[in-house]
């Protein structure tokens, strides 16, 4: 039987007179890795902001775990166990790798990003210890004392990467997370996914490009227009004339 851990229903977004979503219904099941395709200004960001808290649906809900999620703010769904890497990182350039990769296990244990308390971090060496792992992991570590800005945009984005794990949330959300990569740092980070996939992590992921979304995805949603138009898994969606019209002949031509 399967499970689903999270809902989208019946989730609809206007901006003013624009209804950047209708009537979206989407079911993630657990340890899956769930894809939202779909061409430009589809609607597939607002879903992803509408599930973490970012943007309120004018109508609809989406439930997590049980709980639902449209009635938290972003940092209360973050506790629930739900993380996101942005298009655009948000990390702090002028700490170094380690110290990035740090503050977020803080906001796991306090709630709250202790930024005054960086000076206190040499003494918390189970976290430490952690994020020196996971550095390794996403293959930063040889950079840990480096500091975050002087990064390329490529491993900003891994390095996101790693603020998220260190959360070990239970739901990843990303949004376009080799969007600027080289082709083989694109590669990595597909191999890094395919890891944490095996350790039964539940992503929800946007990406444009098809050879990461079918490197990955056990099941994929297409989104035009701000409507789900094809489901299913990724061979069925290769195969569906509607998804190729609107989108996959348009990225292959
Ligand atoms: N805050 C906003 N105010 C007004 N319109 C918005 C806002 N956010 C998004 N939109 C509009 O909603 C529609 C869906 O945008 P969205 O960014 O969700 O699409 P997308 O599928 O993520 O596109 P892309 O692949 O280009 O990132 C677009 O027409 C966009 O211009």
Redesign the pocket.
Known sequence: MSDIVLHVDNVHKS??G?R?LSDVNLEVESGKVHAII??????????LNVCIGRIRPSHGKVVFDGQTLTTHAPHEINQMGVSRVF?TPEIFPDLTLLENVMIPAFARRDGAFRLNAIRALSGESEIREEAEFILEDIGLSARRHHEAGSLSRGDKRRLELAMCLIQKPKLLLLDEPTAGMARHDTNRTIELLQRIKARGMTKVI?E?DMHVVFSLADKISV?AQ?RIIAEGSPDEVRGNPKVREAYLGEAEA
Do not use: D, E, R, V
């Open positions: 901006f003013g624009l950047a779909g061409p430009n200004g589809a609607g597939k960001s607002t879903l298009q946007i444009h989104l701000g």
